[in-house]
């Protein structure tokens, strides 16, 4: 037998994989578009494209002949152009495809493709390109066209900018940063001969070196340290304190104070210590924010919903993940599915549920052309839809995250932060008046310095940052591993957690390897006719079936119905096809044991059914065993059949319950909480929704579907849900991090505090100490999750590849 | 002892100006895209593959 070797031809740009390779000058390329590029780049002797990086290339989205004529148009030239004259143009376009340093290279050399174009700049950053060009001779239309053509298709968008602006909060502070700084040597420099000693007859030099310093510090006091100003003056307007109040009153007490010694000639004031502590608390800040910055825990990035929908790639429909999904993409939305980005409906009609969204449940009827808003549900027929705008992961988490589907427990410890923090600040400007009546009478010049540093030093920002930081470092860690939990409160509730319900049919067995039989009569049309009812529903059963009947073949299906937990009807040739239950499809006979059945019936007359026998997941029988007793019960809307083989998997003392509708499960968890305990559910979201809902927790368990019930707290990825007893231990390590967390700021705090009351810290100490503290809470937040993490999954990670 | 007032005043002056220049440099927005000038200089210069062009024709001519 003569082995062969597969070799995979990749194209040459892209690198995707070559279907039908086309090849020029000996290098495969996997579609037209692909080739065109090259063949554009080689002619205008621009291959070290491909030398900087291997197959940078993406593939090609086809591009309308008129995409982009409307950049023509007088309204629009003006708004894209940032510069425009009849010789000289510059204009800014906004290229989502640049990933890459060949990338930079190739949009900074377009003036070779085209004379017109006099220079262009990358911006890799905010992955912009700034062209140069003579308008007289390329209009702007066919310099899109051309970037377009190269893959590097411009991003036009008119009314709002969507790129992110960092830059400019940056300069702010910086420039603040750098007047408090000039400032601050300044009044150092001056004040030395007072440290030094001046003689009394030196008094008109001291006057004005005084002066001096007040005129330094005026720009200190009213833009360096404005932020905390302007802050503290906003929550007092709103009758609250917050974090920024006491450093507000120290600073100003600082400064009025030293103002009116200098002017009432008591002394000369404490302006260098005034403009050291707003130098030092802006580094502070400038050195959080690069801190929090580069431990920025962006799900966007990390964690994606692991929500998959059917896109069209070439005459296939193929199962990607939701983020993937670009503008002109295809793809196909079956009942119950949610829309995960903006589209244009292709097909004729569509059913879209907006509960998600608005909160309405009664379905919106879409027309051909019509613009469907993601998070929409999907009811009815499958659709075609063309992506408009990129899935954006915020806006989802955002509308998931809204009121309506909040569960009554609110989180005890972000009370519990918000009830200390003000309490704290109370606490420390009463301790600061204390201290100041103290030393007032003890020793009265210290007392300025004293309330300053105590007001300073005692830094209740830790406190704010320890419960963010935990958790959302462990929602990153959970993203990692496919389990994407709403919002960080739901760590803290399945901490709580001490009963596990389990839904069977798509949770603890799925359809991987599936034994499928038919008994009974049905022809070949038939079976084409039931394979197609089947493909419109994301049930595990029905895409079991469909993946059965597969037989190609266009049919047409009206007044399609799926009645969660009884079955599928629709009407094909005006014959009325029934797929469910007995009790659906009308089945009055014995029940059949031993496997699932669906019931076929052809104008209420059975016909035959499916016995499908579905496998458990790869080690669950592990999960479960690691659980125990834990894991309270196992609820199936389906018969009894499997009760053997489940009793083999389960303890003993888990109770197996069968033939539950969604009202039966939601009442089997009502009564679990009465009986006091915390439950967490486990679901597919199809039929379970309210008890999803119910429960202390409710997870969502996908495969490759886009079932979405913003009832549920989290979703899970199918083949991870071996992790559960992990993902359990990881939040409950997270709720004692955040306990040591605040054991170590308030720590912090006594001991600092401590110090500054009996006057051994002076405010220039205390402003160091403040940022530091606070970023020390945030590293030893991140370093233990992470080490935590590692710890539990790590080493998983490394046995299951 | 006066002498210093009017070494102070030009000294801060001189000061001064410098801090407007920072101020206007950091406006200027040459600060803005740190990471891109880092890759713009490895790039090669294209004059270079011209000469071996010219070198490889002239090589050709001689043949």
Sequence with gaps: ?801 | MTIIILLILISLSIALIFLGIFYWSMRSGQYDDTYTPSVRMLFEDKIKKKENRDDSQKREIAK
């Design chain 1, 1 to 801: 037998m003569e082995a062969s070797v597969q070799t995979e031809i990749l194209c040459f740009h892209c690198g995707e994989h070559c279907d039908d390779a086309q090849w020029l000058e000996e290098k495969a390329f996997c579609c037209y578009g692909c080739k065109t590029v090259y063949e554009i780049l080689s002619s205008n002797d621009l291959c070290e494209y491909y030398d900087l990086e291997k197959n940078p290339g993406t593939q090609l989205q086809f591009v309308q002949e008129d995409a982009y004529s409307f950049l023509d148009e007088a309204e629009i030239r003006k708004k894209v152009l940032t510069f425009d004259s009849s010789t000289f143009s510059r204009v800014n376009f906004y290229v989502p495809a640049i990933h890459c340093v060949s990338c930079i290279w190739l949009l900074e050399n377009l003036q070779k493709i085209n004379p017109a174009i006099l220079r262009a700049e990358v911006n890799f950053a905010l992955k912009t390109v700034t062209i140069d060009f003579k308008p007289q001779l390329v209009n702007l239309c066919s310099l899109a066209k051309l970037i377009a053509s190269l893959g590097y298709a411009p991003s036009i968008n008119l009314d709002s900018d969507d790129k992110p602006v960092s830059g400019k909060t940056d300069t702010s502070l910086i420039l603040k940063l750098a007047i408090a700084g000039f400032c601050f040597g300044n009044v150092m420099l001056f004040s030395f001969p007072e440290y030094l000693g001046l003689e009394k007859t030196d008094d008109q030099l001291g006057n004005i070196f005084s002066l001096l310093n007040i005129l330094l510090s005026i720009p200190v006091f009213v833009y360096a340290d404005a932020d905390y100003l302007t802050s503290a003056w906003k929550s007092f307007k709103q009758r609250q304190i917050n974090i920024d109040v006491p450093i507000a009153v120290g600073l100003v007490a600082l400064f009025l104070r030293s103002v009116w010694d200098i002017f009432a000639g008591i002394g000369p004031g404490y302006l260098d210590s005034f403009t050291g502590l707003v130098f030092f608390l802006l580094i502070g800040r400038w050195f959080q924010n690069k801190t929090y910055e580069s431990l920025a825990f962006d799900r966007d990035f990390k964690a994606y919903f692991p929500l998959a929908v059917l896109r069209k790639s070439g005459s296939e429909w193929k199962s990607v993940v939701v983020h993937t999904l670009v503008e002109d993409d295809q793809i196909k939305i079956r009942n119950l599915e949610i829309v995960p980005a903006d589209c244009v409906l292709l097909s004729d009609e569509a059913f879209i549920d907006y509960s998600f969204v608005t909160g309405e449940s009664k379905p919106v009827q879409a027309k051909k052309g019509d613009l469907i808003y993601a998070g929409g549900k999907l009811i009815g027929q499958p659709v075609l839809l063309e992506v408009q705008k990129k899935t954006s992961q915020s806006h989802l988490t955002c509308l998931w995250n809204n009121e309506a589907f909040n569960k009554s427990s609110e989180s005890k410890y972000k009370r519990l932060i918000d009830r200390a923090a003000r309490r704290f600040t109370w606490v420390i400007l009463g301790l600061s008046l204390i201290t100041a009546l103290y030393w007032y009478f003890t020793d009265a010049s210290q007392v300025w310095l004293i309330i300053t540093s105590v007001l300073i030093v005692a830094c209740p920002c830790a406190l704010a940052l320890t419960a963010p930081f935990t958790y959302g470092n462990m929602l990153r860690v959970f993203g990692r591993h496919k389990l994407y939990l709403k919002n960080a409160e739901i760590i803290e509730r399945m901490a709580e957690i001490d009963a596990i319900v389990f839904d069977k049919t798509g949770t603890v067995t799925h359809g991987h390897t599936p034994e499928i039989k038919l008994q009974g009569a049905l022809t070949h049309e038939q079976l084409i006719w039931i394979g197609h009812l089947a493909s419109y529903s994301t049930h595990p059963l029905s895409k079991l079936i469909h993946k059965y009947a597969q037989k190609n073949g266009h049919v047409e299906v009206t007044e399609f119905k799926e009645i969660p937990g009884k079955g599928i009807q629709g009407s094909i040739m005006n014959r009325q096809i029934k797929l469910g239950s007995a009790a659906f499809t009308g089945y009055t006979g014995n029940s059949i044991e031993a496997s699932s059945t669906v019931f076929i019936s052809i104008d209420d007359d059975i016909r035959g059914y499916f016995k499908i026998k579905t496998s458990l997941r790869k080690n669950i029988q592990k999960l479960i065993e690691t659980l125990g007793t834990t894991c309270v019960a196992l609820l199936s809307g389906d018969n009894s059949s499997d009760k053997a083989e489940m009793s083999t998997v389960f303890h003993p003392s888990t109770q197996l319950l069968f033939d539950q509708d969604p009202h039966q499960k939601l009442a089997y968890i009502r009564n679990l909480q009465r009986t006091g305990k915390k439950v967490m559910m486990l679901g597919d979201g199809l039929n379970d929704a309210g008890a999803l809902k119910q429960s202390n927790v409710g997870i969502s368990v996908t495969d490759d579907t886009g079932i979405f019930t913003p009832a549920c707290d989290g979703i899970l990825q199918g083949d991870q849900i071996n992790l559960l007893d992990k993902f359990l231990k990881l939040s409950k390590a997270a709720t004692s991090v955040v306990r040591w967390g605040f054991v170590l700021s308030f720590m912090y705090n006594a001991i600092a505090l401590s110090f500054a009351v009996t006057g051994h810290l002076t405010p220039l100490v205390a402003a160091i100490l403040m940022p530091l503290s606070s970023i020390s809470i945030v590293l030893f937040t991140t370093v233990s999750v992470n080490w935590i993490a590692q710890k539990e999954l790590g080493t998983k990670l490394a046995h299951a590849s």
